[in-house]
């Protein structure tokens, strides 16, 4: 639990340029905060509640609203325990317009996105840096991921759209030589199909189905004890449903639920088969002219089928069962408006706690962040 009453937040803004026209803007936040359990351990091993600071910028620019770029870098650093510190770096350029095909309406959007993301990995078996073969993989969950999109869609009534979705997506990790490592790279294949139907002025449904294709570049299948088989390449595929309402009754209110089940079998023994799925609300409220609040609460269920009790290894850990509840309640009190833009001060208070079989992956998680927010989008 969060063991202090109160916390000053002390942050200034680099000097930046917050411009709020039509087709470009950049934002930013700077917070202060405490995590009650930074690397998401057991309460059998020793946890303690850090202190962490958080800066994040984003920027965003239109080209006749047709191309569209934006950008994103996160920096969280605490202050005790630097291996709880990340860096997440982001681009997206898209393009997307519309066009009409005998009096039949289409819209369509390309877009590449590249992520880079840089964090230590901490074992949940011992607390401490992962290590495998005696040596150290902290950098193991480091990433370079480049994502991709197609999507076309249908608009035979201005109530009914129909969305045809293809994603790509390429991730590699840092690189170990050490003698039975697996690597993590793969390569990923998604379609979607899609439905949203406008039942109300207040009222949307949306129903979505994926089939998604994983080849990892070079892992190893394994058989039902968890063994390695040699000369083999691991492959998943994704069977998922997903279905929502998104209800909007006045302006400043909205609310949304969702609800999504997913199946993954891999192409060996089903060693890593798994079901997992969530149920979610979320929803945001403007008070006056200068409050907004923001709620979410998701339970998730993630289930490997052919392993009852987890071990211990580096492998296991990737792909962990768990079950459990996230909740977050976030306010913004807009305190001064320059330009289109809004200065605000930042309070968000989140809960998590996650159960399974094997006590390693039983873990609690509170966090406390006061901050301040220039926003123009």
Same mark, same amino acid.
């Given at each position: 639990?969060?063991?202090?009453?109160?916390?000053?937040?002390?942050?200034?803004?680099?000097?930046?340029?917050?411009?709020?026209?039509?087709?470009?803007?950049?934002?930013?936040?700077?917070?202060?905060?405490?995590?009650?359990?930074?690397?998401?351990?057991?309460?059998?091993?020793?946890?303690?509640?850090?202190?962490?600071?958080?800066?994040?910028?984003?920027?965003?620019?239109?080209?006749?609203?047709?191309?569209?770029?934006?950008?994103?870098? %996160?920096? &969280?650093?605490?202050?005790?325990? !630097?291996?709880? /510190?990340?860096?997440?770096?982001?681009? $997206? #350029?898209?393009?997307? =317009?519309?066009?009409?095909?005998?009096?039949?309406?289409?819209?369509?959007?390309?877009?590449?996105?590249?992520?880079?993301?840089?964090?230590?990995?901490?074992?949940?078996?011992?607390?401490?840096?992962?290590?495998?073969?005696?040596?150290?993989?902290?950098?193991?969950?480091?990433?370079?991921?480049?994502?991709?999109?197609?999507?076309?869609?249908?608009?035979?009534?201005? %109530?009914? &759209?129909?969305?045809?979705?293809? !994603?790509?997506? /390429?991730?590699?990790?840092?690189?170990? $030589? #050490?003698?039975?490592? =697996?690597?993590?790279?793969?390569?990923?294949?998604?379609?979607?199909?899609?439905?949203?139907?406008?039942?109300?002025?207040?009222?949307?449904?949306?129903?979505?189905?994926?089939?998604?294709?994983?080849?990892?570049?070079?892992?190893?299948?394994?058989?039902?004890?968890?063994?390695?088989?040699?000369?083999?390449?691991?492959?998943?595929?994704?069977?998922?449903?997903?279905?929502?309402?998104?209800?909007?009754?006045?302006?400043?209110?909205?609310?949304?639920?969702?609800?999504?089940?997913?199946?993954?079998?891999?192409?060996?023994?089903?060693?890593?088969?798994?079901?997992?799925?969530?149920?979610?609300?979320?929803?945001?409220?403007?008070?006056?002219?200068?409050?907004?609040?923001?709620?979410?609460?998701?339970?998730?269920?993630?289930?490997?089928?052919?392993?009852?009790?987890?071990?211990?290894?580096?492998?296991?850990?990737?792909?962990?069962?768990?079950?459990?509840?996230?909740?977050?309640?976030?306010?913004?009190?807009?305190?001064?408006?320059?330009?289109?833009?809004?200065?605000?001060?930042?309070?968000?208070?989140?809960?998590?706690?996650?159960?399974?079989?094997?006590?390693?992956?039983?873990?609690?998680?509170?966090?406390?962040?006061?901050?301040?927010?220039?926003?123009?989008?």
């Amino acid at each position: 639990m969060l063991k202090n009453s109160f916390w000053l937040v002390v942050g200034v803004l680099s000097p930046s340029l917050a411009i709020a026209s039509s087709n470009e803007a950049i934002n930013a936040t700077v917070l202060y905060g405490v995590d009650s359990n930074p690397h998401q351990l057991s309460s059998n091993l020793l946890v303690t509640e850090q202190n962490y600071a958080e800066v994040e910028f984003k920027a965003r620019k239109s080209f006749f609203k047709t191309v569209y770029l934006s950008a994103k870098a %996160n920096k &969280t650093q605490y202050i005790d325990d !630097r291996r709880g /510190d990340q860096y997440n770096l982001s681009a $997206n #350029i898209s393009l997307k =317009s519309s066009f009409k095909i005998k009096g039949e309406k289409f819209k369509y959007k390309f877009s590449v996105n590249a992520r880079n993301k840089d964090k230590t990995y901490v074992s949940k078996s011992s607390g401490l840096v992962a290590t495998f073969g005696g040596q150290s993989i902290a950098d193991r969950y480091d990433s370079n991921q480049t994502n991709s999109l197609v999507q076309l869609s249908y608009l035979p009534y201005k %109530n009914l &759209t129909f969305d045809f979705i293809y !994603r790509g997506r /390429d991730k590699s990790y840092q690189q170990y $030589n #050490i003698a039975g490592l =697996s690597n993590l790279d793969y390569q990923q294949q998604k379609i979607q199909l899609g439905m949203l139907y406008k039942a109300s002025e207040v009222g949307r449904f949306y129903v979505n189905g994926t089939h998604t294709e994983r080849s990892f570049v070079d892992k190893r299948i394994k058989d039902l004890d968890g063994i390695d088989l040699l000369n083999t390449d691991l492959a998943y595929t994704y069977q998922a449903f997903n279905i929502g309402y998104i209800y909007h009754p006045e302006s400043g209110v909205r609310w949304k639920y969702s609800f999504n089940l997913e199946n993954r079998e891999d192409n060996g023994s089903g060693y890593y088969n798994a079901l997992s799925g969530y149920l979610a609300i979320s929803g945001k409220h403007q008070f006056g002219v200068h409050h907004y609040f923001n709620t979410r609460i998701r339970y998730s269920n993630f289930i490997l089928v052919n392993q009852i009790e987890p071990g211990l290894t580096v492998s296991d850990e990737e792909t962990s069962g768990k079950q459990g509840i996230s909740i977050s309640v976030g306010y913004e009190w807009v305190i001064a408006t320059l330009f289109e833009t809004n200065f605000a001060l930042y309070l968000d208070l989140e809960h998590a706690n996650y159960t399974n079989a094997n006590d390693i992956y039983t873990y609690d998680r509170n966090k406390l962040s006061l901050g301040i927010r220039w926003s123009a989008f």
